[in-house]
């Protein structure tokens, strides 16, 4: 199951509507887990480490770390990388349509 951390700049509308949809999503927010007012960098490190999705509207800055964490690290190759995002547009899109 795939479990998400909502960033700060996210529409907590749009978290409380997922949550009311579905109440077993594994969705917590940045301010939950101690990270209000944290750099983006740092709050990507955390996702990453507890295995969440970022959820974000922060697409410019928020890519960028993630591309510079991939390369740095050599944890993916571009093939792999772009598999996954499939996916999680995958997911969202069925996450939002139901």
């Given at each position: ?32 887990v101690g990270l209000t007012e944290v750099d983006d ?25 993630a591309y510079e964490r991939l390369q740095g690290n ?25």
């Open positions: 199951m795939l479990r998400f951390l909502a960033d700060e700049n996210l529409n907590n509308q749009i978290v409380r509507g997922v949550l009311r949809r579905n109440s077993n999503i594994d969705l917590v927010r940045v301010q939950d960098a740092t709050v990507l490190e955390w996702a990453a480490q507890n295995g969440r999705v970022l959820l974000t509207h922060d697409v410019a800055k928020m890519t960028n770390f050599h944890l993916f190759r571009l093939k792999e990388l772009k598999i996954i995002l499939k996916v999680i547009r995958q997911k969202t899109s069925r996450l939002i349509m139901t």
